[in-house]
């Protein structure tokens, strides 16, 4: 109601107020009832083909208005080709009328050195090496699939490895709390929580791997701050995330639990692919950051400026 209300009633008489050339909409909300110029960024359209992923009243409002606002936009700008082919696929949108703006990462991101990592370990893990993940505890996330994937890698391998979780438990829900349960090692999982950018960087660039294997993503940003922390990654092969992370990450079916198991016991056991993956993920990074995404935005802007 109170979105409703915001975008229909009041950005109207602000963006007639302040006499806008172009409305900008950085998480793609519109308002139909103005007629300035309109650019949604949609970042991807997850709720389309997972509903039952999100709260019964946020699902109806999205699937009845941005299918409009797509319609509606006099450019869309999205954050993969992926994004780009699903929402014209979907709402049936000519291609030439999305732009794609790659999500950047934060420049802040870096590896640490060794006294650092160890240090890091023992903070957090008991001095013990790590699997990471961070995101929020969203069910599209696959955190039941990936808490049971550890399980068995630990069952298989008898290692003294932990997983991180770092996220708020917001959508902490019955089926994550009882793949936890179930959990024959849970005292091995620790949920640490948010942490800010800098002890982010410290979990990155001191986890044995990144373990990001959710079942949709329209980007995947902490595949990115990862790589420029060289943590080697294990992440999707579905949906935006193989584009994001190019030939520099181990890709599994995130549907199949052997799958994430394996990729775990590969580069637990394999002291050459972990280098090799840290030195491709670094390089890969660098073609990710804020001032391309800035700039592609811009052009974005532009193009609608022109047409008007």
Not at 52 to 62: G, P, S, T, V
Not at 218 to 239: D, H, L, Q
């Amino acid at each position: 109601i109170l979105w409703y209300i915001w975008f229909e009633l009041r950005i109207p008489k602000v963006l007639k107020k302040i006499k806008a050339d172009v409305f900008l909409s950085p998480d793609g909300f519109l308002s139909l009832a103005s007629d300035i110029p309109s650019i949604a960024v949609i970042h991807d359209i997850n709720f389309k083909h997972y509903p039952k992923d999100l709260k019964y009243n946020h699902r109806i409002f999205y699937n009845h208005f941005f299918k409009k606002y797509a319609q509606k936009a006099a450019r869309i700008v999205t954050v993969s080709n992926y994004s780009k082919k699903d929402i014209c696929n979907t709402y049936h949108i000519e291609e030439s009328k999305i732009d794609v703006s790659l999500n950047g990462v934060n420049s802040n991101f870096h590896p640490i050195g060794l006294q650092e990592q160890i240090a890091v370990r023992k903070k957090y893990s008991e001095g013990k090496d790590y699997f990471l993940f961070v995101g929020a505890l969203h069910p599209r996330k696959n955190i039941s699939r990936l808490l049971l994937a550890f399980d068995q890698f630990k069952s298989s391998t008898k290692s003294s490895n932990k997983l991180l979780i770092v996220g708020a438990k917001m959508w902490w829900n019955r089926d994550l709390k009882t793949s936890f349960e179930n959990l024959q090692h849970k005292k091995d999982v620790i949920f640490t929580g948010r942490k800010s950018p800098e002890e982010l960087n410290q979990l990155y660039a001191s986890a044995l791997a990144f373990c990001f294997v959710p079942y949709f993503e329209g980007f995947g940003i902490p595949i990115i701050e990862a790589m420029k922390c060289a943590c080697p990654v294990i992440t999707s092969n579905r949906t935006a995330m193989p584009e994001v992370a190019g030939d520099a990450a181990f890709l599994v079916n995130p549907y199949e639990i052997n799958e994430i198991t394996n990729a775990m016991i590969t580069l637990n056991a394999n002291s050459e692919l972990r280098p090799e993956l840290s030195a491709r993920g670094q390089i890969h990074s660098q073609h990710f950051n804020w001032n391309t995404t800035a700039n592609a935005l811009w052009k974005s802007v532009e193009k609608v400026l022109e047409e008007c």
